[in-house]
């Protein structure tokens, strides 16, 4: 396994941004995929957005227009744009990658190394 180091978590209010990034060795950046995900109290892990090494993204619909993903090749770091957030994007986020799989999906079986997490949390 690699070693994924998340930061930028913090406490916002309904309608604020926050930057989450996500450092990670070099075989890492460049695995077939890499997402955000996040889990709430109390409910399971949850897939936010990807973004594949071909090109190919995805994200679920209730974050989409809000949070954008980019990479910096430079620095070996994933970055997660959060705008408009919300109290139901509350949770602990963790970047994951995929170093073994073909395809890429929202799925936390199909990554195989994760990050420790960083909390968010958006109050009303």
């Known amino acids: 396994q690699v070693q994924l180091v998340e930061s930028g978590g913090g406490s916002v209010q309904d309608g604020g941004s926050l930057r989450l990034a996500c450092v990670m060795p070099?075989?890492?950046?460049?695995?077939?995929?890499l997402a955000w995900f996040r889990q709430a109290p109390g409910k399971e892990r949850e897939g936010v957005i990807y973004?594949?090494?071909?090109?190919?993204?995805a994200a679920i619909e209730s974050v989409k227009g809000r949070f954008t993903l980019s990479k910096d090749d430079a620095k070996n770091t994933l970055y997660l744009q959060m705008n408009n957030l919300k109290p139901e994007d509350t949770g602990m986020y963790y970047c994951a990658a995929n170093l073994r799989f073909r395809r890429c999906t929202l799925r936390a079986v199909d990554f195989t190394d994760w990050g420790q997490g960083t909390q968010v949390t958006v109050s009303s």
């Open positions: 070099r075989i890492a950046f460049t695995s077939r995929c």
């Open positions: 973004v594949g090494s071909v090109g190919d993204r």
